[in-house]
Structures are given as C-alpha cells and as structure tokens.
C-alpha cells in the first residue's frame, strides 16, 4: 500500500476544491446553459437527457491535457448522459 506524504495530501487538499469550484462555475453558471423552471405540475420541459444537455456545459471537449487536469470534468455533458464510462474515453466520444 502506497505512504501518503505530506505532499500528496497538500495537493490533494489545494487541488480538489479549486477543480470542484472551477468545473461547477464553468459547467453550470455560463451564459450558454440554460435555467429551465417547472410548469404548474412540477415537471420540467426536457427530458432527462436534453435536461443535462440545456443546464451544463462541456470545455475543452478535445483537449487530453484538459481532460486530464479536471479528471474529466471538463466534459461534464456527456459525463451526464454516460455515467458509467470512464472520463478517459471522454474525448473520443464528444467527436462523433
């Protein structure tokens, strides 16, 4: 089992949150994404898949050097609509 330094849990705890905050400011509170309300019944205008695609946004989709420093967060869409794939295949998926 791998010792945690002193240096792996400072980097963790300065990188972990600033990436958190930056992939919600960027992926949730942007100009392009949409704020739907709900009608009278409480039911949104989208379904569950348009609904992820109107409130989020993707960045840097092709970038493996984004891709890698957010852990994949930067591609925040398509993590919605394919949870369980892993964020390395992100990139190749926003192509098509």
Request: cysteine-free; overall charge negative.
């Amino acid at each position: 089992m791998r010792d945690y330094g002193e240096k792996d849990i400072l980097h963790f705890i300065m990188y972990f949150p600033m990436s958190m905050v930056v992939t919600l400011i960027i992926s949730h509170l942007s100009l392009e994404t949409d704020f739907p309300k709900a009608d009278d019944n409480g039911y949104l205008p989208y379904d569950y898949y348009e609904h992820h695609l109107a409130v989020s946004l993707d960045y840097h989709l092709t970038s493996k050097l984004a891709n890698w420093i957010f852990g994949g967060f930067n591609s925040y869409a398509t993590h919605s609509l394919f949870p369980d794939l892993p964020h390395t295949v992100y990139t190749v998926i926003t192509r098509l």
